[in-house]
């Protein structure tokens, strides 16, 4: 299964775009990047996920190289309640019975 | 809709003790897992289950066990708790099972806080 790597701290500016990135260079051609974030203790929350193509919703983009080595989560516009500990996952091999979640980046937003 | 329900929110055991964590799905999803995260830690998959009558392991299966017999209910029992299995526990549901297409969107219960002591 492809691994990731992440940041383990990153702050931002409240206001201010969040770029989150995340290195899975071991990831095969059929396999999804996800974000998760986990705000305090609660149960992670589900992002956003791509392929190949940038994905775009209500709440980030993901924008994922043309290699797919790695990808960036964007929050565009922080705010205080983005604090959390976001994942970055690659769905591994056999569907995502085996989403396997790391340490993940914990974000720091700053009034 | 409640969404994913796991009781109790917190639990206290003694060493060698037996207990379930609950975790109840009004979704009509096909697949369901638990996970265990450690302070600081990201979260490790434990067991998980494709679809009634189907449970596999994860990473950290020993020590627990899994069954469903239900869509809607995956219990995960400790049979003789230890104070390595300290820990919060989620559960977790997803529409689709693998091969069939899925967005991969898990929604995630608020967590069972076990202590062992």
């Known amino acids: 299964d492809a691994k990731t790597t992440q940041p383990p701290s990153m702050d931002c500016a409240e206001g201010r775009a969040a770029n989150l990135p995340c290195n899975h260079s071991t990831i095969s051609g059929n396999e999804y990047v996800y974000w998760y974030r986990q705000i305090h203790s609660q149960g992670p929350q589900y992002i956003i996920h791509?392929?190949?193509n940038n994905e775009t919703n209500e709440m980030a983009s993901l924008i994922i190289t043309e290699d797919r080595k790695s990808s960036t989560l964007i929050l565009p516009h922080a705010t205080l309640r983005d604090t959390a500990v976001y994942y970055c996952?690659?769905?591994?091999?056999?569907?995502?019975?085996?989403?396997?979640f790391g340490a993940g980046t914990r974000l720091a937003v700053h009034p | 809709n409640a969404g994913v329900t796991q009781t109790p929110k917190f639990q206290v055991l003694k060493t060698g003790q037996s207990m379930t964590l609950q975790c109840a799905q009004d979704?009509?999803?096909?697949?369901m897992s638990w996970y265990r995260q450690d302070p600081g830690m990201g979260l490790r998959l434990i067991h998980y289950s494709v679809g009634a009558g189907i449970t596999d392991q994860g990473e950290v299966p020993n020590g627990y066990n899994v069954s469903r017999s239900t869509t809607e209910d995956f219990p995960l029992r400790l049979l003789s708790a230890a104070p390595s299995q300290t820990s919060v526990y989620f559960c977790?549901?997803?529409?689709?099972?693998?091969?069939?297409?899925?967005?991969?969107?898990?929604?995630f219960g608020e967590g069972s806080r076990l202590t062992v002591l």
């Open positions: 979704m009509n999803h096909e697949y």
């Open positions: 996952i690659v769905r591994g091999a056999g569907g995502y019975n085996k989403l396997i």
């Open positions: 977790a549901s997803s529409l689709y099972s693998p091969g069939q297409g899925d967005t991969g969107e898990l929604f």
């Open positions: 791509g392929l190949k």
